[in-house]
Every structure is written in C-alpha cells, then in structure tokens.
C-alpha cells in the first residue's frame, strides 16, 4: 500500500497569483497521476507525471499554466499559475505502480481563488 | 472523451445485491478495467480491478465479459456505507481516465 501526503488541504487565493500542491508519498511510485474535480463532478486527468520525463498533459491542460515537477520516485509538484476563479476546484494526486495494480489517492486540495 | 459508459444512478436496499455495469465497447488488449469508489469530501477508494478473469475480494466481485467490452462490479450485500459514487476505469499503459460513475445510494 502507499500512503499519501497532499498539501495543502485547502487554500484560499487571489486572482493573478500561483499555489504549488505538493504531493509526497511513504514508497517508490512509478506513476502520479494528477486530476481537478469540480464539485459533484467527476475527475479529469490535467497530466500524468512519470520521473525522469516531462509530465504528459491531457487535451485542454497545458505546462504554462499547471508546471508540474517529479523529482524523484516518491514526491511531486503541481503548480497552478497565474489563477482565476474558474480554478477554484479540488485537486488531487494518484499514484500507482503500473496497469496491474492498486492506484491511492490524496485527500485532494481544496482551491479557492477569489 | 470518456473510454467508459456506466448509469448515472442506481438504488439498492440494504442487505441485497448490488451489481453495478459499465460499458467499454473500445477496450485494448492490455487495457486493466479498475473500479473505484468516491465517498463525499474523500478521495476515491480502490475497490477491485481485472484483466480478462473474473475477480473477487473481500470488498466486490468483478465480472468482466468474454469480449471484455462490458463489465460488472458486485456488491454481495450492500450496506449504508457502500453509498458512494462508483467509477468504472480503464487503465492503460500512460493514463487513468475517470468517466462520470454511478451514483449509488442504498436505502435501509
């Protein structure tokens, strides 16, 4: 199993500035997934971080805007830039070891931008 | 651009069987087919996940079809704290997309 650290649980940010969401996890992962959840919707995938590569972001998600880090097997970094209140949303990190295998999830960050 | 289909909604009382479907007519050959599960204000919770055989553990039983362009997850006796949003997702090489899931509410 993996236990998940996300920080932070929430924040509250003004229009124009950037949050980094950090997410630490207590064993070696091959893949973090990183996703966005709008209130009584379901989850959409920004970007898929493996380390040692560039993130691999989905259609409509672009590095300008969500830079993510992956330094090491074990931590990543999701930035959300230059934010408006259309961001304000739930972010959440996953994480697992391949196809074959449990994903863990974090507790999510709550995002509010006003 | 969802790879699954599954209802928005079902209803089950408690103590009775709960078999929840879902759709997935462009499956690859390598593709896992994971469920999940999201309580309110949680993140979402492994339940089970399959490739082609039919799996069970001590959460749901997984019954995928032999085309595996359908599967079904199973809940053996539901209780009121199996309510929750159920995904049905597949897991390819470089992506974990999550469709819209069933909302399952179970009544005492």
């Known amino acids: 199993s993996a236990v998940i650290s996300q920080k932070p649980s929430r924040d509250i940010c003004q229009r124009g500035t950037s949050l980094t969401i950090q997410c630490q996890v207590d064993?070696?992962?091959?893949?973090m997934f990183w996703y966005r959840q709008q209130p009584g919707q379901s989850l959409t995938l920004i970007a898929t971080?493996?380390?040692?590569?560039?993130?691999?972001?989905e259609s409509g998600f672009v590095i300008d805007k969500f830079p993510i880090s992956r330094p090491n097997l074990t931590f990543s970094t999701l930035t959300v830039s230059n934010m408006s209140p259309e961001d304000s949303s739930i972010y959440l990190c996953s994480v697992d070891t391949g196809t074959n295998t449990e994903a863990f999830f974090g507790q999510g960050t709550r995002l509010t931008v006003v | 651009d969802a790879k699954t289909t599954q209802p928005n909604s079902m209803e089950s009382n408690e103590e009775e069987p709960v078999h929840l479907p879902c759709n997935h007519s462009t499956i690859s050959g390598t593709d896992y087919i994971h469920w999940y599960r999201q309580l309110p204000s949680q993140g979402p919770e492994y339940v089970i996940h399959?490739?082609?055989s039919n799996v069970n553990n001590r959460m749901a039983s997984l019954a995928i079809a032999e085309d595996r362009k359908s599967s079904t997850l199973i809940l053996h006796r539901a209780t009121l704290r199996d309510a929750a949003v159920y995904y049905c997702?597949?897991?390819?090489?470089?992506?974990?997309?999550f469709g819209a899931g069933t909302r399952l509410t179970v009544k005492p």
């Open positions: 399959g490739l082609t």
């Open positions: 064993s070696q992962v091959t893949m």
């Open positions: 971080a493996n380390q040692g590569s560039e993130a691999t972001y």
């Open positions: 997702i597949l897991r390819g090489d470089n992506d974990m997309r």
